[in-house]
């Protein structure tokens, strides 16, 4: 019988992860100091524990043993069946854990889990990436006007003269056609064709590598986006004279959420859609997305008592 509860949802979801074998052969090696037929009324849903410490501390302390489960986790999923819905979401903490009825439920899961993290990972490497070498770094970091046309000809197989030079006169750009081709032939950015009048990428990524003048200029990078994104007036939604959807800080305790912390950002990569094709059409707008994680330690104020560089309180009359 499927579980009808979330506590037996999860002693199922718990048991079977632990012990993948029978339920009989679960409850032989436990030696739980329940009955056969109380366990599985629990995880059935027919029955709960009582939150009282006697007479059920020694069967909670036994079942959290043989599960491989921490008290609290255990006991948060027995106040999600006796306290109302909106009581509990009032009063306890959220935790991250994920339950299922049946083990067909679980397979599905990881099936959707890891066709998941494959797209994702696609999108996050490339088979075959152009990555350049510190001295093209080095060109970069004293010409970034330069970095838009290299946006724009790596978003597409081909581009035209005619193109880069309306792409200059967009971005109000003081450098010539000319001595755009120039930078971009001279320093092995793209493939110049001076008979067919097109710029063609060397491969589909242009990577920046990862040397201590590669991650400098990345920095710089970050910061000429921002400058130029802050040029420009931001509402709610995405549009095609903004360029933020929402812009926000979110704080998490990195011990407990991280795990949720990765999987949705799994699920954005995942989400993006940056296919050639799809950047070549007219209606195609490119855009960019930046999530920066830091732990800014100095923002934690719990151990400012302990800090003897903190002025004490009468000093600060």
Known sequence: MLSRTHFGKYLFTKRTATSPGSLSAF?????????????RDLEAG???????????????????????????????HILEDLLPTDVFKTLVRPMHQHTFDDASDEIRRLESTVARLRKAHSKIISDDPYEVSDDVVDFLNNNTDLLP??????????CTFNELA???????????LKSTLEALKNHNLALVDQNACTVKRYKTTFRIPKTARGKAF?????LTEVKQSLQSPKGPILSRKGTFIHSGINCFNMDRDLSALEEKVTDLVATFSAEETDLEEASALPFFVSIIISPRESYDSRDFN?????PKKESLK
């Open 27 to 39: 409850l032989l090696k436990a030696k739980l100091p329940i009955s056969a037929s109380y366990y």
């Open 46 to 76: 027919r029955k709960t524990l009582p939150l009282s410490a006697s007479p059920s501390a020694g069967t909670v302390e036994a079942l959290c043993k043989a599960l491989k489960v921490d008290k609290t986790e255990f006991h948060y």
């Open 149 to 158: 046309v290299i946006h724009f000809v790596y978003m597409r197989k081909l």
């Open 166 to 176: 309306l792409l200059l006169k967009k971005n109000k750009s003081k450098r010539s």
């Open 218 to 222: 990345k920095d710089i990078f970050t």
């Open 306 to 310: 302990n800090n003897p560089t903190t």
